[in-house]
């Protein structure tokens, strides 16, 4: 019901969101200008979206309650362990799951799955099912299932 305001807040501090947005209450964003959200997208609730660096979620994408996308760390091989970043990217229509862990650089291609807790440091090639950490392939999704179709198997 809220989803409007939120999306209006998130504009007003410079956040690119399509207007079917949804972004729930308890979502977190640290940098609302380094967002950008394609048409229908998620952020359920409890997400925490740590985006020092931009995170661009594309069209169709999901990314379940509890959800860290982390966009910076500390360089640990500097004596002065100074903060470092790179951008998130989830592609159209891929999903991470609930209490799954992105890392900053990280690529989640098309139709990809990041399975529950999963952690994902390295990218993810589209239509694969990940899991674990460290992770690995379970599975394979096909586009079929954007058109209704049976379309998934592997899990």
Known sequence: MCFGWRRLLLRLFGARVHRTVRVYGTARIWAPW????????????????YNVAAVTVGEGVFVSQYAYLCTASHDI??????????????????WVCAKAVIGMGVTI?????VAMGAVAAKSVAPWTIVAGNPLVVIG??????????????GL
């Open 34 to 49: 380094n967002l950008v959200m394609g048409p229908y997208s998620s952020l359920a609730d409890e997400v925490d979206c």
């Open 77 to 94: 091989h500097s004596p002065g362990f100074p903060l470092v970043s790179a951008p998130i990217v989830l592609e159209r229509q891929s």
């Open 109 to 113: 291609g098309e139709g990809a799955v």
């Open 140 to 153: 394979r999704r096909s586009s079929d299932c954007l058109n209704g179709g049976a379309g998934h198997d």
